[in-house]
C-alpha cells in the first residue's frame, strides 16, 4: 500500500512532518471454536515501510464472539496497536476494549 503522512503543525519537533512511503499490509486470521455458539477470533496485522523495515505498524485483535440464537451476535474484543516510529506527542503502545452487537436478517 501507498501511504501518505501529513502531521500538523504545532510546537512538536516533528510539527508539518510529511512523508509518503509503501508499506506492506499483511494479516493472518485465526478462528477456533469453544463451543457450539462461542468463537474465539485472533487477527493480526503487520505493515512494515518498505525503505525501513525498522518502521512497522502492528495490530493484534482478539474477539471472542458469542450467538445466543440464530438472529443475535454478540462479541468482546482486546485490541493492541503499536506504531515503532509515532509523532513526537504519541505513544508507541494503544489498547482498546471493543464490545458489540449484531443483528441477522
Known sequence: MLEYEQLRNDGEPDAGRERLDPRLSSYVMGRVKLME??????????QPRLTRFADVRVLNETMLTVEPNERFTFSMGFILTYDA???ATVSRFDTQLRSAMGVKF
Not at 455458539?37 to 503487520?46: A, D, G, I, Q
Open 37 to 46: 455458539n462461542m468463537h474465539l477470533v485472533e487477527t493480526l496485522y503487520v
Open 85 to 87: 516510529d509515532p509523532p
